[in-house]
C-alpha cells in the first residue's frame, strides 16, 4: 500500500529526491514519516509530516538538508535530500499512522510501511 522509491547512488554533496505513493486506500490524513535503516542497528526515523503539511518533524542531524512534503492530493509524501553526506547511507522506508502521535519518531508507532528504497553516498 505504501511504495518507495527515487534511491540510488550519489556523491557527497549531492541530492536525491525520494517519493512515497499510497494506494488501495487514502493516507492524505495520515501522519506520514521516513525512516532509515543500516545493517546493524535500530531503524532511524529521519522525518514526518501531519496530513495538512503544515508541521515537519526531522532528526537533528538532517535539519537545513533534508525537506519533507506532501503532493498536492495528499497521498505522496516525498524527502528531498540535499547535501548527501556519507553517513546519510541506509536503507530509506516510508511509513504512515492514523492520525497524530506524540512518538513521531517511533516506528512502532506507524501503522504501515513501504518497502525501503537505498540510498547510497560515495565519499
Known amino acids: 500500500q505504501l511504495q518507495a522509491y527515487g534511491g540510488g547512488l550519489v556523491q557527497a554533496g549531492g541530492s536525491l529526491r525520494l517519493s512515497c505513493a499510497a494506494s488501495?486506500?487514502?493516507?492524505?490524513?495520515?501522519?506520514m514519516g521516513w525512516f532509515r535503516e543500516v545493517p546493524g542497528k535500530e531503524r532511524e526515523f529521519v522525518a514526518a509530516i501531519n496530513w495538512s503539511a503544515f508541521n515537519t518533524y526531522y532528526v537533528e542531524s538532517v535539519k537545513g538538508r533534508f525537506t519533507i512534503s506532501r503532493g498536492n492530493a495528499k497521498n505522496t509524501v516525498y524527502l528531498q535530500l540535499n547535501s548527501l553526506k556519507p553517513e546519510d547511507t541506509a536503507v530509506y522506508y516510508c511509513a504512515a499512522r492514523l492520525g497524530y502521535s506524540g512518538r513521531y519518531f517511533d516506528p512502532n508507532e506507524y501503522d504501515y510501511w513501504g518497502q525501503g528504497t537505498h540510498v547510497t553516498v560515495s565519499s
Open positions: 488501495g486506500r487514502t493516507f492524505s490524513n495520515d501522519f
